[in-house]
Antibody
Framework: QVQLVQSGSELKKPGASVKVSCGPS????????INWVRQAPGQGLEWIGW????????TYAQAFTGRFVFSLDSSVSTAYLQVASLKAEDTAVYYC???????????WGQGTLVTVSS | QSALTQPASVSGSPGQSITISCTGS?????????VSWYQQHPGKAPKLMIY???NRPSGVSNRFSGSKSGNTASLTISGLQAEDEADYFC?????????????FGTGTKVTVL
């Protein structure tokens, strides 16, 4: 069955960086794009963007350009989200998802809590 | 716009029907059939409930249905059950490149009285 397994919770200090992994299984990795979503505590879902798993081309929402970087390691079928220069307001659960061709997320990772605190 | 507009909360008694609206624009909901709905229970990842406006993934109860009129999409839950109490988010493809072609709704908390 299709699963997306994410790395565990992280506690980081302001100014540090974090790298979250997302390891899909149960389907051919480069058949679907991978997307990333942020959810701050008690808040709604924010679309960070997505990455084409065939070309490696990332697309970022404007609010997330600069400090947020998507990458792939196709040899181990894993996608990554790296966030640099962390701020307290980056504290959130970060989800990866499998993005279908008609723009819906049919499978989600379990989420990775990133806490930024001094 | 940065998010589709949903009511903050909707409530109903067990067995009743409720409808959640999701209002966008001609750049997203109005001109495309790429509207989906997600259910999220506390502490859990979102779950796809409806895609392409009206379609239900395998395993989703037929008590959930979707529709669209103009710039507004709707999710209806019929025969409301206690397990339906959750947050619901709509989403849509958008032509906005600043949003990276996808936008979520503001979210609606459903309470079963």
């Amino acid at each position: 069955q299709v699963q997306l397994v994410q790395s565990g919770s992280e506690l980081k200090k302001p100014g540090a960086s974090v790298k979250v992994s997302c390891g899909p299984s149960g389907y051919t990795f480069n058949s679907y794009a991978i997307n990333w979503v942020r959810q701050a505590p008690g808040q709604g879902l924010e679309w960070i963007g997505w990455i084409n798993t065939n070309t490696g081309n990332p697309t970022y929402a404007q609010a997330f350009t600069g400090r947020f970087v998507f990458s792939l390691d196709s040899s181990v079928s894993t996608a990554y989200l790296q966030v640099a220069s962390l701020k307290a307001e980056d504290t959130a659960v970060y989800y990866c998802g499998r993005l279908s061709g008609s723009w819906y997320i049919d499978y989600w990772g379990q989420g990775t809590l990133v806490t930024v605190s001094s | 716009q940065s998010a589709l507009t949903q009511p903050a909360s909707v409530s109903g008694s067990p067995g009743q029907s409720i409808t959640i609206s999701c209002t966008g624009s001609s750049s997203d909901v109005g001109d495309y059939y790429y509207v989906s709905w997600y259910q999220q229970h506390p502490g859990k990842a979102p779950k796809l409930m409806i895609y392409d406006v009206t379609n239900r993934p395998s395993g989703v109860s037929n008590r959930f249905s979707g529709s669209k009129s103009g710039n507004t999409a709707s999710l209806t839950i019929s025969g409301l059950q206690a397990e339906d109490e959750a947050d619901y988010f709509c989403s849509s493809y958008t032509t906005s490149t600043t949003l990276a072609n996808y936008v979520f709704g503001t979210g609606t908390k459903v309470t079963v009285l």
